[in-house]
């Protein structure tokens, strides 16, 4: 089973970048989707960018053109890096992955989770 951990998480002020890890057990690129997720407090979870098994990747549209995700498939690792960080990001940061070839885009689809990573952007 795959089994996840974020890392890269911080502070950072307005405009700056972070870039997130989730480290898999596992090979998640041949059996896996693989998302990140953000949860603000007060919030429900939200969808932020997902890598589906056949490379395609899918951005909301919050995040699109500052954010990419990419894998590395020697390291078995998902990334998250994000540009041009606005305080509206700040959340908790969850890598997410699910057996299928389709790629849900909400959370409650998802049953294997990381810990999650603080990301903290101030004004």
């Known amino acids: 089973q795959v089994q996840l951990v974020e890392s890269g998480g911080g502070s950072v002020q307005a405009g700056g970048s972070l870039t997130l890890a989730c480290a898999a057990l596992g090979n998640m690129y041949s059996r896996y989707c693989m998302t990140w997720f953000r949860q603000a407090p007060g919030k429900e979870r939200e969808v932020v960018a997902i890598r589906w098994i056949s490379g395609t990747v899918t951005y909301a549209d919050s995040v699109k053109g500052r954010f990419t995700i990419y894998g590395d498939n020697d390291k078995n690792t998902l990334y998250l890096q994000m540009n041009s960080l606005k305080p509206e990001d700040t959340a908790m940061y969850y890598c997410?992955?699910?057996?299928?070839?389709?790629?849900?885009?909400?959370?409650?689809?998802?049953?294997?989770w990381g810990q999650g990573t603080q990301v903290t952007v101030s004004s």
């Open positions: 997410a992955a699910r057996s299928s070839i389709y790629c849900p885009s909400k959370f409650s689809e998802y049953s294997i």
